[in-house]
DNA sequence: GCAGCCTATGTTACCCGTGCCATTCCTAAC
DNA sequence: GTTAGGAATGGCACGGGTAACATAGGCTGC
């Protein structure tokens, strides 16, 4: 670290206020619009402030309020690239509407250890609130310590003691896909799912197996990728080799490619031969080929209401945005025999 | 915001060294691992930090040093889902490695207004380094005071006077791919451009003009997308009227997509009838029909350069990534006519 | 004309980890 | 035995924004 990343000797309030002929309270009371504050008093503290180029330094606050004015945000490192953008996107917003910033933590992968690391991190930072935006796959002793001391929104639906949950209805999701299909006039309905870690994709898949068991089908066993489209290529190379396959429930727009491609690779044409409905409606699913049939999820909103429940501003109650079916062309009657 | 959002009364080292019955001076020095502890000091004194489950709380030293150990990262909401998670990695990741949170702004759309109220933000904030990943449309005389203040990296290749610049070479990447569609045997290669705004699409697209130059061919008018799907599409329809357009470079793979889809909708076959090359290599890159031909940015690589760049680690000098051609099955030959 | 209140501003203390210096005790060297 | 040096520890001030309290005018109402 070169002495240019120094900020150098910044100018205090008490600069300001010398500056402009006041205290250093009534430049905090002017910075934060306070309402009892002269109209001339204010001009010579922002001419002042304009002057000397002050900028606001938080870290007091935080040292004598306890506050920071800062969320955390926990992210996976890969995969869904879409959907954590989407996620950012909506809590950055949400947050800086209520005068927040967001700090951000990746975890290279799920691993205990690296989700400890990274909630000590940003409680280290003296964040107000974490949101969790992967699962957790296990709560450790400290784990439950800073989600006791600061408040927690997972946005996946693990829970420790202390977090708050908010989720979409993936249950439903997974509901909604197969029984598309179902209706399209197929019989069977096979997965391919996320990783069981991940509660999301659990239940997606629950969502699934009970849709098929309230047709009294029996669900086939699924098939488990990591999200990535290369493990569902892998999984579409297995599918492609069953020739009652008609119908495939993916768990995600990016596996869902993988699949599709590798069932084309052994000749089976999507959706001629093979229907697919996936999860996500990521940009690209309307413009692949064949444009995916999936199920939506506004991810956008889910980090928004995550932070609006972190910060009290929704009256609790675990809202859960509903995921809506996009039909496009991924998805047909099965051929008839 | 309620009180449950405070974290409460946290114990101090105070109070731990009140429990160890040292004082906090001797506290302090056991947790930075200062050499001259007592090894049963130090014992008294973990055990008591233990017992009062202590936290260390970093705000006082960011007070005395005027130091945030925090970076900012201004990203553009919408679009580009793919490299901006992946700088965003890279990013998070350099920066946690050298003891540095990352603290986002976003920005909705490119705009100037948006764009300042972000630094000025990050800037409220106390980074102390700030990486920019949109292109700076119009620099304002607040954002050039901040820059100067606060040590930038741009990573799009846009400047202000303070700010240095990191880019992967984008003109060597339009060199590349059009080069690559004149090998395959084609005489005249189109264009689909990112906004001008951005300098990265200004650069791609320059590459493209000039290697048609060398190959003495004039360069017909380039179309221009916003990097969006949606805006390949519009400009492939446009494209696809056109029959003797055989191939096209285009600046990005999200927006490729959208072309290809335009031309398969006219009739037109990727890549018997137009062959495409595009940018990024984004993971969908090669699960998609056809598997594209891209030419690959290392995204994650740029964001870590960008932090030691702001660092310091790295000994300047506007770094320059390479990127390198993937050819899979969207270029052909151009059939003979 | 004075209590009562409101507005505008100033003063003081506090938050807590750490740099700096002081202090104590001990050992080694002369 | 005395001094020098080192190890282990304590005391104190500092950083800068802000809550809480204090103060000084000015205005209303009776």
Redesign the pocket.
């Known amino acids: 670290m070169t002495e240019a990343t120094m900020r150098g ?9 010398r500056a402009a ?12 619009d ?9 001009r010579r503290v922002l001419t002042a402030v304009e002057q000397l180029r ?8 935080l ?4 506050r920071s004015f800062t969320l955390g945000l926990v992210l996976l490192q890969s995969g869904g690239y879409y959907s954590r953008s989407a996620v950012t996107a909506g809590v950055e917003a949400a947050a800086g509407q209520a005068g927040y910033s967001v700090s951000i933590a990746t975890i290279a992968e799920l691993d205990t250890a690296m989700m400890e690391k990274s909630l000590l991190k940003l409680s280290d930072q003296g964040v107000d609130g974490i949101i969790i935006a992967v699962p957790l796959i296990s709560v450790t002793q400290r784990m439950e310590d800073i989600t006791r001391d600061i408040p927690t929104v997972t946005v996946d639906g693990s829970r420790t003691t202390g977090a708050r949950v908010l989720g979409i209805d993936q249950h439903e999701a997974g509901r909604m896909a197969t029984q598309h299909l179902l209706d399209s006039g197929h019989r069977q309905v096979w997965h391919v799912a996320g990783p069981d870690e991940w509660i999301e994709a659990r239940q997606r898949r629950q969502g699934w197996q009970e849709c098929l068991r309230a047709a009294g089908i029996d669900a086939p066993p699924p098939l488990e990728g990591d999200w990535s489209p290369e493990s569902g290529y892998r999984q579409g190379q297995i599918l492609a080799m069953i020739p009652e396959v008609t119908a495939i429930f993916v768990a995600s727009d990016e596996m869902a490619f993988g699949v599709i491609r590798a069932l084309r690779e052994r000749g089976r044409s999507v959706p001629a031969d093979v229907s697919i409905v996936s999860v996500d409606d990521i940009e690209l699913a309307a413009y692949c080929h064949p444009p995916l049939t999936t199920v939506r999820q506004d991810f956008y909103s889910s980090g928004a209401a995550a932070v609006a429940l972190l910060l009290g501003t929704e009256d609790a109650g675990e809202s859960v945005a509903q995921p809506s079916l996009i039909v496009r062309e991924s998805t047909a009657a099965p051929r008839s025999r």
């Open positions: 000797k910044q100018p205090s309030m008490a600069d300001v206020a002929g006041v205290s250093a309270q009534t430049v905090s009371r002017t910075l934060r306070s309402p009892n504050v002269n109209a001339e008093t204010r002050y900028r606001y330094n938080g870290a007091p606050r040292l004598s309020s306890g």
